[in-house]
C-alpha cells in the first residue's frame, strides 16, 4: 500500500521551531521529487518547498526563505522540512508530497502521491 506519512506538527509560540517529517511506505522515494504545501483555513494550498531526488536542488518559496530547511534521507525513505523562527501566518496544514518528475516544481494536482497532512499553529 502506498502512503506518506506526516509527522512533527503542534502547537508553537511565535519564534519557535518545528521538524516536520515525511516518511513512505509502499514505495521508495529515490525517484521521486518531495513537495511540502500547507493550506491555512480560507485559503488556497501554497507549495512550500520541494527537493530534488538526490536532494541537491531545493526551492523554497518567498515567505519561508532563511527560516525553513528542506533535506531528505532516502535510506530512511524520510524527507524533513525544519521550520525556524516561526510566524503566525506559518499557522496551516502542512501536507507532504511525491511526484515521479525530474524537474522541481510545486504544481499540486501533478503530484501523485499525498500525504494526510499534519497541522502546525503558531500563536502565543
Known amino acids: 500500500q502506498v502512503q506518506l506519512v506526516e509527522s512533527g506538527g503542534g502547537l508553537v509560540q511565535p519564534g519557535g521551531s518545528l521538524r516536520l517529517s515525511c516518511t513512505a511506505s509502499?514505495?521508495?522515494?529515490?525517484?521521486?521529487?518531495i513537495g511540502w504545501f500547507r493550506q491555512a483555513p480560507g485559503k488556497e494550498r501554497e507549495g512550500v518547498s520541494c527537493?530534488?531526488?538526490?536532494?541537491?536542488?531545493?526551492y523554497y518559496t518567498d515567505s519561508v526563505k532563511g527560516r525553513f530547511s528542506i533535506s531528505r534521507d532516502n535510506a530512511k525513505n524520510t524527507v524533513h522540512l525544519q521550520m525556524n523562527t516561526l510566524k503566525p501566518e506559518d499557522t496551516a496544514a502542512y501536507y507532504c508530497a511525491a511526484d515521479h518528475s525530474v524537474e522541481l516544481h510545486t504544481t499540486a494536482p501533478e503530484y501523485d502521491y499525498w500525504g494526510q497532512g499534519t497541522q502546525v499553529t503558531v500563536s502565543s
Open positions: 527537493i530534488s531526488r538526490n536532494g541537491g536542488s531545493t
Open positions: 509502499g514505495f521508495t522515494l529515490d525517484w521521486y521529487i
